[in-house]
């Protein structure tokens, strides 16, 4: 069959960014039979021992109390389910001091869903006609942003500026605010801190500048903060999460270990939230309540955020390290490679500077040494205007072993090392 497709069906039905790279990448581990791979690209968080035994005991506690059958054989709210909003709204007005009420927060079938929802609520075509757009004040972002809009135009990203430590190998991206623009204009905003895929994490003022200039228009500023504290806390470096005013306040429990059970929240104000709100009822009705219900249980007790800051966080911050030192022992020095500040998240992002080839082309490269990275052009949805720097990156997923990222990082120092030489020959 081949339906004629309607513009949303023609939108919806390719796979964008990372997702259609995943298709090679999962072509080449298949083709390779026999060939050992080692495979820099994951997104899927690492399984960790004392992560799953939560999630387990948390599962043996439901099956084993009367809530069971009311959370699994019963349709619910669409607003979630309650004790889950309890458990959210007792933690964070406990450890931020905050008023927030149930009405301040959503559950989500995943954050992926909420994000849709906003994209396509408050960016698009008003009933006007007229374009709001859905503003990424630093781009690279999170590639998923580039699939979630049904008016694809409406996505509008702006390039950062570059803080750029030479001797030490080291870059950080900043929002360019000479640039950004959010006006009447503008739909919405969203970024995610810490960053996918760079591990940059927007500081609280910056934060903050970013949302107060989308306040007077009323544009809600949605800040992503799938790897944030208080779980999975996947920040290396010191961040306050943003709460009131035009903020809708994403979490996702998929980096704290619940990927499979689809968990996204919002926190926001009522208004926002009831329009998302809605927007699921038409969609989906609710989250499933498994997972909720699990998840009210780890976040009342205080576990999550606890396995959070000693489990979660050192596994991911020591694989960084070991990179990081891997790469500074092995790689040229009198070569323009600059690894991205690594404040957080699951991921390193390492800009070759000048290099002689594209992103792709390097990533094919090193597929012949048996290492897949990602390339890291995937990751500027939105960003219309040409440039250099967007051909020139890769990200590497921080979820392989020690080991694997130390042969990983030795064999890409190698290629870099290799492909710069034959460019200077010719
Ligand atoms: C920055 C960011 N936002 C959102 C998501 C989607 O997460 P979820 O599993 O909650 O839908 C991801 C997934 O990797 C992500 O990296």
Redesign the pocket.
């Known amino acids: 069959m081949n339906p004629a497709l309607t513009q949303f069906g023609e939108q919806m039905s390719h796979l964008t960014g990372v997702r259609a790279i995943m298709k090679d990448i999962i072509e080449t581990l298949r083709a390779g039979e026999g060939r050992e791979f080692i495979n820099l690209s994951a997104?899927n968080p690492v399984i960790l021992p004392e992560v799953e035994q939560l999630w387990r005991d948390c599962t043996a506690e439901l099956l084993a109390s009367p809530e069971y059958g009311e959370v699994v054989c019963r349709y619910g709210s669409s607003q979630g389910y309650q004790p889950l909003i309890e458990a959210v709204k007792q933690d964070f007005n406990r450890r931020y001091g905050l008023n927030l009420s149930d009405r301040n927060i959503l559950i989500?079938?995943?954050?992926?869903?909420?994000?849709f929802y906003a994209a396509n609520a408050f960016a698009g075509r008003t009933t006007d006609g007229e374009l709001k757009r859905m503003v990424m004040p630093l781009s690279p972002?999170?590639t998923?942003?580039g699939g979630i809009s049904l008016v694809p135009e409406a996505l509008l990203a702006y390039k950062p500026t570059l803080e750029i430590d030479e001797a030490r190998h080291r870059f950080k991206y900043r929002p360019d605010f000479n640039q950004l623009a959010i006006d009447e204009n503008t739909g919405c905003v969203i970024f995610?801190r810490?960053?996918?895929?760079t591990g940059n994490v927007l500081t609280d003022e910056e934060l903050k500048k970013i949302a107060d200039l989308g306040a007077p228009y009323d544009v809600p500023t949605i800040v992503?903060s799938?790897?944030a504290p208080p779980f999975p806390a996947l920040n290396f470096t010191e961040m306050t999460p943003a709460f009131g005013g035009n903020i809708i306040h994403?979490?996702?429990?998929?980096?704290a270990g619940l990927?499979g059970e689809?968990?996204?929240i919002a926190i926001a104000d009522e208004r926002a939230i009831q329009i998302l709100e809605s927007f699921q009822t038409n969609l989906c009705i609710h989250s499933p309540r498994y997972g909720q219900a699990i998840a009210a249980r780890a976040i009342a007790s205080g576990s999550l955020s606890e396995i959070a800051e000693t489990v979660i966080r050192p596994h991911y911050q020591e694989k960084f390290v070991i990179l990081e030192s891997t790469l500074d022992a092995s790689m040229p020095k009198d070569l323009p490679w600059f690894l991205h500040r690594g404040e957080g998240?699951?991921f390193a992002w390492l800009w070759l500077k000048d290099l002689p080839m594209s992103d792709w082309e390097f990533y094919q490269k090193l597929k012949e040494v048996g290492v897949i990275v990602v390339p890291g052009s995937t990751f500027f949805p939105g960003l219309r205007e040409e440039w250099a720097h967007k051909h020139q990156c890769i990200r590497i997923s921080l979820t392989a072993s020690a080991d694997e990222l130390r042969t990983g990082m030795q064999r890409l120092a190698k290629m870099t090392e290799s492909v710069y030489a034959r460019a200077a020959v010719s």
Not at 108 to 115: D, I, K, N
Not at 250 to 255: D, N, P, R
């Open positions: 997104g989500t079938p995943g954050s992926q869903s909420l994000y972002d999170y998923g942003y995610s810490p960053c996918n895929p992503d799938a790897y994403g979490l996702s429990l998929s980096k990927p689809r968990i996204g998240a699951i």
